[in-house]
């Protein structure tokens, strides 16, 4: 028996193969399997039209600064992010030399909506 099953969504496996309509079977908190499934479960959700994804890699953010104070990344995360990818722009916090400090806590407030005094 299954803790969760999704039944009739079209699943986007991260791959990059074409997507496909399967049930998704979850238990302890992982999935178990993909297919045509019949089990019981605790609970089901007809997912029929909608897409069902194991998350999204975001691969140009700024969240370079937040993440300290917002370590979830909430503004991305909302969205069905799973993954960022941070040091864009040729800009990131760290590794940064003692004399450039100065030009990373100016840019960051503007490029990234982080506040001057993080
Ligand atoms: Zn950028």
């Not at 079209?10 to 999935?31: L, N, T």
């Not at 609970?43 to 370079?64: C, E, K, Q, S, Y």
């Not at 909302?78 to 864009?88: A, I, P, Q, R």
Request: overall charge negative; hydrophobic content about 35%; charged content about 20%.
């Amino acid at each position: 028996m299954y803790d969760l099953l999704l039944k009739g969504g079209r699943i986007y496996d991260g791959s990059g193969m074409p997507s496909s309509y399967a049930d998704v079977g979850i238990s302890g908190g992982k999935i178990v399997e993909i297919g045509r499934l019949n089990g019981g479960a605790k609970r089901t959700l007809n997912v029929d039209g909608l897409a069902v994804a194991p998350g999204f890699i975001d691969p140009h953010t700024h969240l370079d600064a937040q993440l300290f104070w917002d370590p979830l990344g909430t503004s991305s995360c909302f969205h069905g992010v799973t993954s960022v990818v941070v040091g864009n722009c040729g800009l990131s916090l760290a590794p940064a030399k003692p004399e450039d400090r100065d030009a990373d806590q100016k840019f960051c407030p503007r490029g990234s909506d982080q506040p001057a005094r993080a």
